[in-house]
């Protein structure tokens, strides 16, 4: 009974800090381990076995075989095909809901995410409407394909060992999908015909630009006479203790993209700096720079801020970004990365304009200076989604040969495990492993692809799972559950467990809301002399259902800021569609795995 307490208190105080936000959600997982271990609920030697688990060893895997398949364009190809088509609203949404959908069912939800979130805004420009229109629709297709195979969503890798260690076979590779499929369908029918229509119409995007910077650039000039001739960047501050943002410099005639730190100041010099008035009137007074007079028209971000060589991009930080909790100034974006920060826009508040002291959140939207020839290696590094379209072409020679070959190993992989071959951990271990050897991705690759946030969570939870089993604690609460089985039939059961995952899902992240009800839907089970497949199932597809809140999936945040959404449009097309899935679902759940 102590062993109880501990487990629901552990359980309960990281329910707590998953929904307040406050301390990352893989820190909170891995200190909820240690205390069950320190408090003698889980041993030693067992404190660590949940990162040897078959479903962290898969999602590791599928995360670095998704990311080979988009550095070697093979979907590219799918997604060329979005911006052509007919020009009604309505199937646009469905085509681009179907591809992300059937995108997501084989690979990372965010990796789909990731190809598709571009193409939405471009599409979404194009019919001269809102992102919000288009970007909700795509983020819950990526939720909704998760439904279609065992490597759609951890969730379901994470359900199918549970019932391996309840006595029967895990779920096979395409077990999921005569559940997964029809409410897929269903899903995206749905919005397509009535759903998009509930989302709130935000903002829409007027040019290229979410963050209007020209209202905050200024041209200064180094006069014959200026006391900054032959000083550097660096010494704004250490002489006069201004922080300057110079964004570029024309010096006679050529521009200097994101000058370094070190570049010379040299007279006649114009530089073009970001500031307010206040910070203006300062810079001015003390460095003897003159002010060129009124707004010129350089002053914008396709002539002063990027070149051949320079590209200015905005992009949307993800939840594992290295830069979450951290300012630029602390990262050292521009040493670091070779990259120059201009402007940070976040959901709520109108861009930000001191930027030294800012500290970063999962879907802040960040307008950078970056060389052209280091984009694709800045977006994996900062673990940052672009908001624009990739350079998609279909590619020769080297290239299309890779395409072929990563293609055929995940391919390889679908088919052995499908087969029951080789078990899914091995099969998709292996491909990971193959798409390194045959240089499809290199080492360092290899493990930038994987989310070790997302690996620590998991690895961290999964023994709190089997803690929840082996203290009683899943029995406790499935006998509570009984209590209430003796008012309702099996199938409202089902319903009720479909329900507390839902709530779950859309509180906390939804790989967690399956360790804790997976191991209560076999104890439910056992007490009600029912077969666990339909209660499990059910679990599955509830944990893909974080439809009412942007906490509930990452896909849903990463979506918020570039659609201007606020946290309660989410419930107005989520409320429906999570109605829709409980009751299309129940019965095909039933059908398809009867009591």
Known sequence: MTQQIIVFT???AALFFFIDGSVRYDFVAFFGLLVLVITGVISPENAFLGFSHPAVITVASVLVISSALIKTGVVDHLVVLLNKGPKDVSIKIMGLMVVTALLSGFMNNVGALALIMPIAIRVAKDSKMSPSQFLMPVSFASLLGGMLTAIGTPPNLIVSTYRVEAGYDGFAFFDFAPVGLVLMSIGVIFITLLGWRLIPTRKAREDESLFH????LSEVIVADRCKMIGKTLRDFYGIHKLEVNVLSIIRNGRKIIAPLASEQLMASDILIVKAISSELTNLIEKTGLSLKGAKAECLNSETSLK???????????????PLIGRTAVEIQLRNSF????????????????RLKTFRFKTGDILLMQVPESILQETYSKLRCLPLAERGVGLNVGKAKKKQYISLGIFLASIVATSAGVIPVQISFSLSAVLLVFVKVINIEEFYDAIEWPTIIMLGSLLPLGGALQSSGGSDTIANILIKVATILSPPSMLVVLMLLTI????LINNSASAVLMAPIAISLAGFMGVSPDPLLMSVCVASSSAFLTPI??????LVMGPGGYHFTDYWRLGLPLSILVITIGVPLILYVWPF
């Not at 070149?307 to 970004?321: G, I, K, P, T, W």
């Not at 070779?338 to 304009?353: D, F, H, T, Y």
């Open 552 to 557: 509930g999936h990452q896909s849903n945040m």
């Open 10 to 12: 552990v359980i309960a």
């Open 503 to 506: 709530v779950l899902t859309n």
């Open 213 to 216: 910077i020209e209202d905050y």
């Open 307 to 321: 070149s051949e060589d320079f590209a200015l991009v905005e992009v949307v930080l993800r939840e594992d970004s």
């Open 338 to 353: 070779n990259v120059n920060l201009v402007a940070v826009s976040r959901i709520g508040i109108p861009p930000v304009k």
